[in-house]
């Protein structure tokens, strides 16, 4: 029990926020900022860092054919669809080079992520009552990824900045059983600066 009270104590908590930017391969083969927010429980060269990233939307321009009422002609107007991810990470981070004494330090990571995609389609052109235009989609889903990253960081005193690069692949593997994962594969860049709760 001491050595458990022992070993608390000697770990540190910080929070931090950041911005980030996330290319997207695949079918969607695009990329998009957001910002993220972090916890970790840092304990000499180790820490697990939790964080959540909210990416802006990612936004196409369409067309869709809405059908007359009386003479079934069509016409095209216009559509907008958006798409947003929201992802949810644990990941264990450990010192490669440096110390929690050094000034700066360079640290690699390995963890998970649960992604949670939002797609909706909305017309935006005009067309009157005489039109009949089909539904539009509005999509949740979501999956899992693994996870690895390069970081460093430089301190400020109590608040430190950070910049990492990483990827993210699509999990589609669960006990030996090939799932559909809609997220996928992407490149992740996050630069922020994080501050240190108690200590010295």
């Given amino acids: 029990m001491g050595l458990v009270l022992v070993c608390a104590a000697s770990?540190?908590?910080?929070?931090?926020?950041?911005a980030n930017y996330s290319k997207y391969a695949g079918y969607l083969s695009k990329?998009?900022?957001?910002?993220?927010?972090?916890?970790?429980?840092?304990?000499?060269?180790?820490?697990?860092?939790?964080?959540?990233?909210n990416g802006f939307a990612i936004k196409e321009t369409g067309s869709v054919s809405v059908i007359h009422n009386s003479t079934g002609s069509s016409k095209d107007v216009?559509?907008?669809?958006?798409?947003?991810?929201?992802?949810?990470?644990?990941?264990?981070l450990h010192t490669l080079i440096?110390?929690?004494?050094s000034t700066g330090n360079l640290y690699g990571g390995f963890g998970a992520a649960f992604v949670l995609a939002?797609?909706?389609e909305k017309i935006t052109g005009s067309y009157d009552n005489n039109y009949t235009a089909?539904?539009?989609?509005?999509?949740?889903?979501?999956?899992?990824?693994?996870?690895?990253?390069l970081g460093g960081q430089y301190k400020l005193g109590k608040?430190?900045?950070?910049?990492?690069?990483?990827?993210?692949?699509?999990?589609?593997?669960?006990?030996n059983m090939y799932v559909e994962n809609v997220i996928p594969a992407h490149l992740i860049f996050n630069l922020g600066v994080k501050f240190t709760l108690g200590g010295e």
């Fill in 11 to 18: 770990a540190q908590l910080s929070v931090g926020v950041n």
């Fill in 31 to 53: 990329g998009t900022p957001g910002l993220g927010l972090r916890v970790a429980f840092e304990k000499e060269k180790n820490s697990v860092v939790l964080s959540f990233t």
């Fill in 78 to 92: 216009a559509t907008e669809s958006t798409l947003g991810f929201k992802t949810i990470s644990l990941m264990g």
């Fill in 98 to 101: 440096g110390d929690e004494e």
């Fill in 118 to 120: 939002n797609y909706k």
């Fill in 134 to 149: 089909p539904d539009m989609t509005s999509e949740n889903s979501n999956g899992l990824t693994i996870n690895a990253l």
């Fill in 159 to 175: 608040p430190a900045i950070f910049a990492e690069a990483g990827f993210a692949f699509p999990a589609n593997t669960v006990n």
